[in-house]
């Protein structure tokens, strides 16, 4: 019988978050930082920012991943706050700008993930969306959870898996699309790919 789990991922991303969400599958993968350009056209939706630049990241690592029997996998994630786009902060005031406008309200987490089978070129590209309410804070709080360094190189000025765990009051769909890579979302397209996570092929 065929070792559908023969077949390695290859993760384009220099994100810890994402490396760690992904070694939770128990799958044998490699990493390939993605240098890709992420500017996006303003009339871009959110969800077609973040399909594009997952995408965009996976196409970028294809030369370096060679000609072998692999998946690469690209994700991006962007914080949506009435319909303004919210990517990784430029420095601590742009943190706080972000920090300021999210507490107390309600905002959209979307992360985009693409997979390009190297066999054959194929391309699949999908993307989930979480809400992601904050509880109220004041300037001394903000200025205090930007002081940690937490906020510096993530989407929306806010790490859910730490510190920033704190500031959530409560989520509506997928958690660790909100960390970066959305597990089940990744699981159904690998198995697209005869990558098979609970190794349902197994006798
Ligand atoms: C909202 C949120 C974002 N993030 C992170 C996930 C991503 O690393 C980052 C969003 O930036 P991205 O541009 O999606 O990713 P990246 O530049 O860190 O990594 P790469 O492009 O190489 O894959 O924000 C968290 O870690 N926790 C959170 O709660």
């Not at 965009?56 to 000609?67: D, I, L």
């Not at 309600?106 to 992360?111: A, D, E, G, L």
Request: glycine share 10%; with cysteine; proline share 4%.
């Amino acid at each position: 019988m065929d070792d559908y789990n023969s077949r390695l991922i290859i993760l384009a991303s220099g994100s810890p978050r994402r490396r760690e969400l992904l070694s939770l599958l128990g799958l044998p993968f490699e990493v390939i930082a993605s240098d890709a350009d992420e500017s996006t056209p303003p009339e871009w939706t959110p969800a077609e920012i973040v399909r594009n630049l997952a995408l965009r990241k996976a196409e970028a690592v294809r030369a370096a991943a060679g000609e072998r029997d692999a998946v690469i996998v690209g994700s991006d994630t962007i914080v949506v706050l009435d319909d303004k786009v919210l990517g990784k902060p430029v420095d601590e005031l742009d943190s706080k700008t972000m920090l300021a406008a999210l507490q107390g309200r309600t905002h959209k987490v979307y992360t985009g993930v693409a997979c390009i089978g190297l066999q054959d070129g194929r391309t699949s590209v999908d993307h989930r969306v979480t809400s992601v309410t904050m509880r109220a804070m004041n300037d001394v709080e903000i200025a205090a959870y930007i002081a940690t360094g937490e906020p510096a190189d993530k989407a929306g000025s806010y790490a859910i898996q730490g510190l920033g765990a704190t500031l959530v009051d409560h989520i509506e769909g997928c958690y660790f699309n909100v960390v970066g890579l959305p597990l089940s979302l990744l699981g159904g397209m690998l198995s697209g790919y005869g990558i098979s996570v609970l190794n349902l092929q197994a006798e």
